[in-house]
């Protein structure tokens, strides 16, 4: 019988500095490239991009019953509320105007540009575009005595219901948008 040498294998020491690092190492290298990535967009931001931030403001508004229709305010004011995401409504008061003879839903501003004499105001201009109504409809219609503070006045004309309907779909939508956002995140409205 023949003996058999040992056969010793050499295990060839690797050179190359990666070789040890195994899957915890790869890991660490790889949590060290995102977090510099991360610090350097942090640290670098272009010149061009501009933020621009508008503070929320608060409309006053008055919502009054002009078709004669029981209830008209009421719906109308609430299909109003809260507001949008760049203006809230406190609605102040809501009841019946002098004259139950709208046809048509009409907004009325109470006080006007600041800035231009005879524009209405950015708040009123606000309202309208969240009913639909053109800005051109908008009726300037100053209070000497605005006791009450009022920036606009929206009176429920008996198209009234198609203003709440549209009201209505679009918060609907816009909570149904808010819902299927991943967390984390803001819907815009």
């Known amino acids: 019988?023949?003996?058999?040498?040992?056969?010793?294998?050499?295990?060839?020491?690797?050179?190359?500095i990666f070789s040890g690092f195994g899957f915890t190492g790869w890991s660490i290298i790889f949590l060290l490239g995102v977090i510099v990535v991360f610090v350097g967009s942090l640290l670098i931001t272009p010149e061009k991009?501009?933020?621009?931030?508008?503070?929320?403001?608060?409309?006053?508004?008055?919502?009054?019953?002009?078709?004669?229709?029981?209830?008209?305010?009421?719906?109308?004011?609430?299909?109003?509320?809260?507001?949008?995401?760049i203006q809230l409504y406190d609605i102040i008061e809501k009841g019946d105007s002098k004259l139950a003879t709208?046809?048509?839903?009409?907004?009325?501003?109470?006080?006007?540009?600041?800035?231009?004499?005879?524009?209405?105001?950015?708040?009123?201009?606000?309202?309208?575009?969240?009913?639909g109504i053109d800005e051109t409809e908008v009726i300037l219609l100053r209070l000497d005595e605005n006791i009450l503070n009022i920036d606009v006045t929206v009176i429920a004309g008996r198209d009234f219901n198609r203003y709440v309907s549209k009201l209505k779909e679009a918060k609907g939508s816009s909570i149904s948008l808010r819902l299927s956002e991943p967390s984390g995140r803001e819907a815009s409205s």
């Not at 019988?1 to 190359?16: L, V």
């Not at 600041?114 to 575009?129: F, H, P, T």
């Open 49 to 85: 991009v501009h933020k621009v931030e508008r503070p929320m403001s608060t409309a006053v508004i008055q919502v009054l019953n002009g078709c004669g229709e029981s209830g008209a305010a009421t719906k109308l004011a609430d299909a109003l509320m809260p507001g949008d995401s």
């Open 102 to 131: 709208f046809d048509r839903t009409t907004v009325v501003d109470r006080r006007g540009s600041e800035s231009e004499r005879g524009v209405i105001s950015e708040k009123a201009r606000w309202v309208a575009r969240r009913l």
């Open 1 to 16: 019988m023949h003996k058999h040498k040992p056969i010793h294998s050499r295990q060839r020491k690797s050179t190359s």
